[in-house]
């Protein structure tokens, strides 16, 4: 026990600092540091003949600290790849490259993983040692690379594989939020006008003493039914994202219902669809490529695929090409995967070339996301345009009916 709590890392904690001074000949200058305490900043500044005025720790809601995202992981992976293919030592390289980090969370891990390598860990068992950050992935091509002598060539992969996953999310993402995010305004434009223009309309109809016309009677009691349960509306919109975020957490089962539910909505389920095979091929052509064993391949493909549906199904092809089948035999017997997909794949297997085979298979399907997202958004803005003309200006005209009414009978 105590042994394993030794080999605990240590957890390193650096923050980034503003500071401002006067440099050698007077000139007032300022920047800022990435350090673990103020007397590191004062030390490093008085080592540049800078007196220091003042030294102050952002605070994190505005970039202290920063939060690690995918991006910073695929330019670490590229940046050691450049160190390492320029023969500088791998313990060498981290601290280069953590000098160039602005990034106090980023910086922290690399340190972190600069200590457990020169404590006598393998690059690749440091990686293990921070599973939210690194996947399988990338631990099983840096552990591919060590043995076969070519770090930085697994390196400079797992960047490229990283960068090409990321722009695909982003293509998925931009076909969900687009039409969320304008459908949302529409709604808060039309909330708006019922709880608070509506109820000056009303005031103003009431001395008119005529009785109002059918479309104006509908829009005031939209407006009193808005302004009476509208922070119930918002409480129950918030209680139902968040139980239903908390179930797909909680139970495996109502998360794979989630996600195969969004599988069969119209052209996003068709989005998602093909995503989940471009990034299925994509990984398991950068891991097979590599040299991992494709049944370990197909483990971490599984779980890069984005949806628990191919995650499944993934999983199935497992079992059975560990059992002697072929792997485009299992994916067909999956059910899930295009009939082009699987005769890619069975190509790439008979002439002994299955990680290029399935590079075209992942290049094709992230093009039909492409294209489909550009479709979905060209669809969407004239169908959404009327949505919104129909909303706001049907509650306009509700409401200036009565005063044209009146404009007639004067």
């Known amino acids: 026990m105590a042994t394993q709590q030794m080999r605990a890392p240590q957890r390193i904690k650096l923050y980034r600092w503003r500071w401002s001074g006067k440099g050698p000949n007077g000139r007032r200058v300022s920047g800022e540091i990435v350090a673990g305490h103020k007397d590191e900043v004062e030390r ?4 540049q003949n800078i007196m220091v005025k003042t030294i102050r720790r952002r605070s994190s809601l505005f970039g202290g600290v920063g939060k690690i995202k995918p991006r910073d992981i695929m330019l670490f992976a590229r ?13 060498q390289a981290f601290d280069v490259v953590a000098e160039s980090l602005k990034k106090p969370a980023m910086r922290s891990l690399v340190q972190e993983l600069m200590n457990d390598v020169s404590a006598g860990s393998s690059f690749s068992d440091a990686l293990r040692k921070h599973p939210q950050h690194f996947d399988r992935l990338f631990a099983n091509m840096v552990e591919a690379g060590e043995q076969s002598g070519s770090l930085d060539r697994m390196l400079e992969r797992v960047a490229s594989y990283k960068e090409k996953i990321e722009s695909l999310k982003g293509r998925v993402k931009k076909a969900l939020y687009y039409p969320a995010a304008v459908i949302s305004v529409g709604v808060g434009v039309t909330a708006l006008l019922l709880i608070k223009v509506v109820p000056q309309f009303e005031s103003l109809f009431r001395g008119f ?7 104006t009677q509908m829009t005031i ?8 349960y509208w922070l119930w509306g918002i409480g129950l919109l918030i209680a139902s994202i968040f139980l239903l975020r908390q179930g797909m957490k ?7 219902r989630m996600h195969a539910l969004s599988l069969k909505i119209p052209v996003i389920g068709d989005i998602l669809d093909k995503s989940s095979v471009a990034r299925y091929s994509r990984t398991l052509a950068t891991t097979f490529g590599a040299g991992v064993p494709l049944v370990e391949s197909l483990d971490t493909a599984a779980g890069a695929a984005g949806n628990q549906v191919y995650e499944r199904a993934i999983r199935q092809i497992r079992e059975d090409v560990s059992t002697g089948q072929q792997l485009h035999f299992a994916m067909r017997l999956s059910e899930r995967f295009p009939a082009l997909a699987v005769q890619m794949v069975g190509i790439g297997e008979e002439s002994g070339a ?13 093009e039909e996301v492409d294209n489909k997202v550009d479709a979905l958004t060209s669809l969407l803005e004239p169908f959404i345009i009327v949505v919104l003309g129909v909303l706001v200006g049907g509650l306009v005209v509700s409401m200036y009916l009565p ?5 007639t009978v004067l």
Do not use: C, K
């Not at 909680?250 to 794979?256: D, K, P």
């Open 221 to 228: 009691t939209l407006s009193e039914f808005a302004q009476r």
């Open 354 to 366: 299955l990680d290029a085979m399935l590079n075209r298979v992942a290049d094709y399907y992230e």
């Open 79 to 91: 940046q050691m790849a450049t160190m390492i293919r320029a023969g500088v030592p791998v313990l």
């Open 209 to 215: 003493g005529a009785e109002l016309p059918v479309m």
């Open 44 to 47: 490093e500044l008085s080592g």
């Open 403 to 407: 005063i044209f009414e009146l404009g």
């Open 250 to 256: 909680r139970s495996e089962a109502f998360a794979y």
